[in-house]
């Protein structure tokens, strides 16, 4: 059973920086498009970032300019570099691989303090 696994949240000042990873447990077959998702308490789960095999990238709109999502394809690793945080960057991130079928993590706690 194939499981995709997070690290790097925790608990930062607002404006300062973190970088989030994420990577496979094991091989996952003909990824399509990786992402990260985020979830506040009570809130629903919302796109933050994908990144296709090819490298094209899109954003929510409140995180464009601030976030920087990247892959490194060889490893099936994704990178999200997260600076100028605010208060409500707060969440539980998720990472997430589509192929035929879609692949989750568990997600790590990002906490933005002001």
């Known amino acids: 059973q194939v499981q995709l696994l997070e690290s790097g949240g925790g608990l930062v000042q607002a404006g300062g920086p973190l970088r989030l990873s994420c990577a496979p447990s094991?091989?996952?077959?003909?990824?399509?498009?990786m992402g990260w998702y985020r979830q506040a308490p009570g809130k629903q789960r919302d796109l933050v970032a994908t990144i296709t095999t090819g490298g094209s990238t899109e954003y929510a709109d409140s995180v464009k300019g601030r976030f920087t999502i990247s892959r490194d394809n060889a490893k099936n690793t994704m990178y999200l570099q997260m600076n100028s945080l605010k208060p409500e960057d707060t969440a539980v991130y998720y990472c997430?691989?589509?192929?035929?079928?879609?692949?989750w993590g568990q997600g790590t706690q990002v906490t933005v303090s002001s």
């Open positions: 997430n691989a589509e192929t035929v079928f879609s692949y």
């Open positions: 094991g091989r996952i077959f003909r990824t399509k498009t």
